[in-house]
Antibody, heavy 122, light 106 residues
Framework: EVQLLESGGDLVQPGGSLRLSCAASGFTFSSYAMSWVRQAPGKGLQWVSGISGSGGGTHYADSVKGRFTISRDDSKNTLFLQMNSLSAEDTAVYYC???????????????WGQGTLVTVSS | DIQMTQSPSSLSASVGDRVTITCRASQSITNYLNWYQQKPGKAPKLLIYGASSLQVGVPSRFSGSGSGTGFTLTISSVQPEDSATYYCQQSYSAYTFGQGTKLEIK
């Protein structure tokens, strides 16, 4: 069974940093693109970032470009999201999701993890 | 950026009703359109990919259609467990979600 388990969410002050992790199991992690998708409280879904199966390609939403960095450790079947210069607008539940292909583009996402909550507040 | 617009934003249906949710893209996305279901406090679940392909394990009362800029998700006979918010997502150029459609069962 494919499983994704996020961790690292916390309360952080504006301007602070946080690193999220997503532990994957039940599939050949290195062969699939992975993404982070967030959902602000009471709001819809927003794609944040994606990384190809090889790790050679990454892509970011404009709202996080230059502040967030996606990476993966295929030896540990783990996806990461390093978040810097956080603001209140980054407050959300962050989900990791498995892509359907190794390439970065044109994936559907299945499954998703249960999410981890990031709260940015003073 | 490609914008996705869903309609309606919310709807109420009775058990057994046929329900249709519409998703429109701001430019052609051919068939790179996916549908997800999200229940309160839970992660989204993939229902339909490639505009019309039913994900394994999803009940056959769900179906998707469309191409280009217009797409629909249809539930042929709504069940109580279908109460959820439904999102479309384009994967033609990066990824964008619609704003969601909340389905309430009367």
């Amino acid at each position: 069974e494919v499983q994704l388990l996020e961790s690292g969410g916390d309360l952080v002050q504006p301007g602070g940093s946080l690193r999220l992790s997503c532990a994957a199991s039940g599939f050949t992690f290195s062969s699939y693109a992975m993404s982070w998708v967030r959902q602000a409280p009471g709001k819809g879904l927003q794609w944040v970032s994606g990384i190809s199966g090889s790790g050679g390609g990454t892509h970011y939403a404009d709202s996080v470009k230059g502040r967030f960095t996606i990476s993966r450790d295929d030896s540990k079947n783990t996806l990461f999201l390093q978040m810097n210069s956080l603001s209140a607008e980054d407050t959300a539940v962050y989900y990791c999701a498995k892509g359907s292909y190794s390439s970065l583009s044109r994936n559907w996402f299945d499954p998703w993890g249960q999410g981890t909550l990031v709260t940015v507040s003073s | 950026d490609i914008q996705m617009t869903q309609s309606p934003s919310s709807l109420s249906a009775s058990v057994g009703d046929r329900v249709t949710i519409t998703c429109r893209a701001s430019q052609s996305i051919t068939n790179y359109l996916n549908w997800y279901q999200q229940k309160p406090g839970k992660a989204p679940k993939l229902l339909i990919y490639g505009a019309s392909s039913l994900q394994v394990g999803v009940p056959s009362r769900f179906s998707g259609s469309g191409s280009g800029t217009g797409f629909t998700l249809t539930i042929s006979s709504v069940q109580p467990e279908d109460s959820a918010t439904y999102y479309c997502q384009q994967s033609y150029s990066a990824y964008t979600f619609g704003q969601g459609t909340k389905l309430e069962i009367k």
